[in-house]
């Protein structure tokens, strides 16, 4: 009989552990030591609608390449020809209208819509150069607005804003703080954009596939959505149910040790 109640304190102490530590996810369980795995090769990220860009031109002779880097509204052509700036504060970002267009200086208005960074660099230079406005121009484009909106079994759901334009899933997870007890780690999904449409594509952060995975890299405007094992209960149920398995299992093992002791 004390031998029966031993082994029921045990198994409340058990209980009462699994009540305060909750279960770990660990991420591409399945990867091998010193085994290599390919990695999708990153597809270049495209322009889209609402799209910022940070564009700047420089030169051997910088008064061509100021209106270009100024507010149009900042400068002048003087009767020989030269640039003649009026100051003003640097006005290099422009955003990409519902057409798929940006607006730029003297050049005019410009079709980028599904151009990668370095397609929008290159149509800038051919122009300024067919043009003949500046003979040998350096231009430099960024995209300066990738987010990354993080939702569902996540501690910390929001939208990510980030620096460079390569990110992995893994990244946003880690910088979102991870998946949470109730989350599904073969169902992180993430909606994307493409041709006018949205797609949703599934990932098991628990398996090396992931890394094959064509949204293993993210692009801007990407939602990540971690699915939940079950219905989500509110602040308050979790509470009550954290505290109640807490009292059971306190509860259990006093008694089986007080019937112990006796």
């Not at 819509?113 to 300024?128: A, C, S, Y």
């Not at 989500?232 to 006093?254: C, H, K, Q, W």
Request: net charge neutral; proline share 5%.
């Amino acid at each position: 009989m004390k031998k029966l109640l031993f082994f029921t304190a045990l198994i409340s102490l058990f209980s009462l552990h699994s009540c305060i530590v909750s279960k770990k996810i660990v991420y591409v369980k399945d990867m091998k030591e010193g085994v290599a795995y390919p990695t999708v090769a990153a597809a270049p990220i495209r322009i889209q609608q609402n799209d910022r860009l940070s564009i700047t031109v420089s030169s051997k002779n910088p008064e061509l390449a100021a209106p270009f880097n100024l507010d149009i509204g900042n400068y002048g052509i003087d009767p020989d020809g030269q640039a003649n700036i009026r100051g003003g504060q640097s006005n290099n970002t422009f955003l990409v209208d519902t057409d798929g267009r940006i607006d730029y200086p003297i050049i005019g208005s410009l079709s980028v819509e599904g151009l990668t960074i370095d397609g929008v660099r290159d149509l800038i230079w051919e122009n300024l150069v067919s043009k003949k406005l500046i003979a040998e121009p350096i231009v430099k484009v960024e995209l300066i607005n990738v987010k990354i909106t993080m939702m569902g079994e996540v501690r910390s759901v929001g939208i990510l804003d980030i620096p460079d334009t390569r990110v992995t899933l893994l990244d946003a997870l880690a910088r979102s703080g991870g998946l949470t007890s109730n989350a599904v780690p073969s169902k992180v999904s993430v909606i994307r954009e493409e041709n006018g449409v949205r797609k949703m594509y599934m990932n098991d952060v628990e398996s090396t596939n992931l890394f094959n995975s064509p949204t293993f890299f993210l692009q801007q405007n990407d939602i990540v959505y971690v699915h939940p094992k079950g219905p989500i209960p509110s602040a308050r149920e979790d509470n009550t149910i954290r505290y109640l398995g807490l009292f059971t299992g306190v509860a259990s093992m006093i008694i089986s040790i007080l019937i112990l002791i006796r």
